[in-house]
């Protein structure tokens, strides 16, 4: 197969698109872009980057454009990833909530949830921390994400022992099911249930239902620019209960002198 290369302009041009309508940045992944995008527009017929930018560009097809985020998201996550939150969770937000929710209803958000690993570690923590009390709970959790080959996996939920590290022995037993002869571990149908899955574009109005009381948006934000970011941030916010948090990856940060946010810890914000 031969390389196509990204002629300067084409590149501003799709760059340039990107960032408007999904957010990422990738006004320095040159060469990224023509090694994931180089068998996709000879797949589909075209001669050189310069007419597969003129057709994505017209946005005539839908399925194009869906074709190409699957190629240029990055999905890489794994489950308990960044544990000191999923700690925070247990100790400090989850009691907080019991004490705080009379009405005992809990609304969390996995905003960039890639194959599903965040959404259904979350899961499994609030159920080893409600117990028996989880029917009593009315608990949704929503997980979105812009890639629907990510969310496709996500939903079937089949996964590489490697992914699940750091998932202790007695969890697996009770959450997964070993595929036979395979190094792999399906979740459970009560896992798979508990969770929603949405393709969304968080570069658009946040139109869901509720208010979140938790919103998880990690290692997500790291290809925005700091315009972007602080717009969903503020957006965020306003689709947050008062007493909700807001967690972000541990090596991005939120400027604190934009956001109404309060700073709690790295990577911890709560609204106040
Ligand atoms: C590196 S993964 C993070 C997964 C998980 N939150 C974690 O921390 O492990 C980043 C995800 O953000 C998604 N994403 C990027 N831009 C997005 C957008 N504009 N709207 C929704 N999701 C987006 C990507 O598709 C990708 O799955």
Known sequence: MNMNLLEESDFIRLTTFIQKNYGINLTKKKQLI???LNSTLQSMGFKNFNEYVNHILRKSDPKDIEIMLNKLTTNYTFFMRETSHF?????????????EKKNRVLNIW????STGQE?????????EFFKTQYPLWDIKILATDISQNALSQAKLGIYLKDSLKDVPESWLR???IKSPGKDEYQVSNELKSSVSYKIFNLMDPIIFRVPFDIIFCRNVMIYFNQETKENLVQKFY?????????LIGHSETINRSVS???????????KI
């Open 34 to 36: 023509e090694a994931r």
């Open 87 to 99: 700690d925070f969770l247990k100790n400090t937000i989850l009691p907080q909530m019991v004490k």
């Open 238 to 246: 306003d689709a947050t209960n008062t007493g909700g948090y807001l």
């Open 174 to 176: 009770r959450y997964f």
């Open 119 to 127: 959404p259904y570690t979350i899961s499994i923590i609030l159920k």
């Open 110 to 113: 996995s905003a960039g949830c």
């Open 260 to 270: 109404k946010y309060k700073y709690i810890m790295p990577a911890t914000y709560r």
